[in-house]
């Protein structure tokens, strides 16, 4: 019973698809370490889009200046497009033996897969706010100044492993399935660690 009352849990049901689709992904469908990487990169997207959503909402109920409101988004679409030229600088170097590269690949998958798991990313943060931001008020909880703080402390240490991660991929050139499994260990530690600590951190008064 209490592992069915966890996967009720909208927060695990999400987190559920963002590990096991890029490992179907990989088993059954042949995505490539490149193509879960730009799945992943989706998902910042969305989930960004939604996390700012949440921003506007607390800062709204506090009543706070929106200039720092319009800051968040600034530094959101720098760090955005700072980690999209990261990814297009490591991804870009050509295969010695197909004399293709990563990007191609992605390219492939945003024309038969990418565009449809886009809108379904985005829809799946929104359902979850719906459900468990928004309905039960929780965004009364938030200090407003904290949340911010605490964001940028997430997109810093984001910014460091996306740049650790590239180099230790291209340059040590490790085989794509113990570069998944440490992706995914990665990502564990990150959410569980370091966002859940941050998190209690932004409801601190």
């Not at 959503?53 to 607390?58: A, F, L, P, S, V």
Request: hydrophobic share 50%.
């Amino acid at each position: 019973m209490e592992i069915k009352k966890h996967l009720k849990n909208p927060f695990v049901q999400q987190y559920i698809v963002e590990i096991a689709l890029p490992l179907v992904g990989y088993l059954l469908f042949d995505w490539t370490l490149a193509v879960i990487i730009a799945f992943y990169y989706m998902d910042f997207f969305g989930s960004e889009i939604s996390r700012h959503r949440r921003h506007y909402k607390i800062r709204a109920h506090w009543n706070e200046s929106m200039s720092s409101f319009y800051i968040s988004i600034g530094v959101s679409v720098l760090v955005f497009l700072a980690l999209t030229f990261i990814a297009w600088y490591f991804l870009n170097q050509s295969d010695l033996i197909t004399n293709s590269t990563h990007i191609d690949e992605i390219i492939h998958f945003l024309k038969n897969e990418g565009w449809i798991l886009l809108p379904l990313v985005y829809l799946a943060n929104y359902m979850k706010d719906v459900m468990t931001f928004y309905a039960p008020r929780r965004y009364t909880k938030f200090n407003y100044k904290n949340t911010l703080k605490a964001y940028y402390i997430e997109l810093s240490v984001l910014i460091t492993l996306t740049i650790t991660g590239f180099v230790a991929w291209t340059t040590l050139l490790i085989p794509t399935i113990p570069a998944l499994i440490g992706f995914v260990v990665v990502k564990l530690a990150f959410d569980l660690l370091l966002v859940r600590k941050l998190k209690k951190f932004s409801q601190k008064f």
